[in-house]
């Protein structure tokens, strides 16, 4: 069978969410996968490629994400929308967007939750980094999901976005983020912890 190399690395994503979640030093986040029908071709890579993959401990819908949870809790992570995260909250459940189409067009995310009444947030990037080439870069499925899971284990975002961002991409801190971290510094002050929360695929 043919596998399409867009979904052969949408697999390997989730997998590496999936094993980041492994690490007996980090407090768990439930993943499901949603969107995800059996005769689809990323379910397909799955059956090929991942043995075992249906005993992992993954919940897996095929509806959209709106028919299993309430709007209410819903944050769909886009970096679409115009809304800065703030916080990671066990009141809601967070959802990283993955297509498979490489060439999806800008905002097909921000308008299907504009369609369904669904909140939406961006990755703080813009408060402690920039780019010194000004083209907007897509993170990873598991790049994002990794963000999420520091952020949740009590790690600060500079601190986050300093280990994840990939510096060969031109991401450099924001003179806001410097200005900021100086005052902490003389303040001697420490940023509350983040709560639990749920992540949906």
């Given at each position: 069978?043919?596998?399409?190399?867009?979904?052969?690395?949408?697999?390997?994503?989730?997998?590496?969410?999936?094993?980041?979640?492994?690490?007996?030093?980090?407090?768990?986040?439930?993943?499901h996968?949603?969107?995800?029908?059996?005769?689809?071709?990323?379910?397909?890579?799955?059956?090929?490629?991942?043995?075992?993959?249906?005993?992992?401990?993954?919940?897996?819908?095929?509806?959209?994400?709106?028919?299993?949870?309430?709007?209410?809790?819903?944050?769909?992570?886009?970096?679409?929308s115009?809304?800065?995260?703030?916080?990671?909250?066990?009141?809601?459940?967070?959802?990283?967007?993955?297509?498979?189409?490489?060439?999806?067009?800008?905002?097909?995310?921000?308008?299907?939750?504009?369609?369904?009444?669904?909140?939406?947030?961006?990755?703080?990037?813009?408060?402690?980094?920039?780019?010194?080439?000004?083209?907007?870069?897509?993170?990873?499925?598991?790049?994002?999901?990794?963000?999420?899971?520091?952020?949740?284990?009590?790690?600060?975002?500079?601190?986050?976005?300093?280990?994840?961002?990939?510096?060969?991409?031109?991401?450099?801190?924001?003179?806001?983020?410097?200005?900021?971290?100086?005052?902490?510094?003389?303040?001697?002050?420490?940023?509350?912890?983040?709560n639990?929360?749920?992540?949906?695929?």
């Amino acid at each position: 069978a043919v596998v399409s190399t867009q979904s052969t690395g949408t697999r390997m994503q989730i997998l590496r969410c999936y094993h980041l979640l492994k690490s007996p030093s980090t407090k768990l986040f439930h993943l499901h996968l949603s969107n995800f029908k059996k005769d689809s071709i990323l379910s397909k890579s799955f059956e090929e490629k991942t043995p075992g993959f249906q005993s992992m401990h993954i919940t897996k819908f095929s509806e959209p994400i709106f028919y299993q949870f309430s709007s209410n809790e819903i944050i769909y992570l886009t970096p679409d929308s115009p809304n800065l995260l703030e916080s990671v909250s066990e009141d809601f459940v967070y959802v990283i967007g993955g297509f498979v189409d490489d060439n999806i067009k800008r905002s097909t995310s921000l308008n299907r939750c504009v369609h369904h009444k669904l909140k939406t947030a961006s990755l703080p990037l813009s408060k402690y980094y920039k780019k010194l080439n000004h083209k907007q870069e897509v993170l990873t499925i598991n790049q994002v999901f990794e963000i999420l899971l520091l952020v949740f284990n009590g790690w600060s975002w500079e601190e986050v976005f300093t280990k994840i961002l990939p510096s060969r991409k031109g991401y450099v801190p924001s003179l806001e983020s410097s200005a900021n971290n100086n005052d902490d510094n003389n303040d001697s002050t420490n940023d509350d912890s983040p709560n639990d929360d749920s992540i949906v695929l």
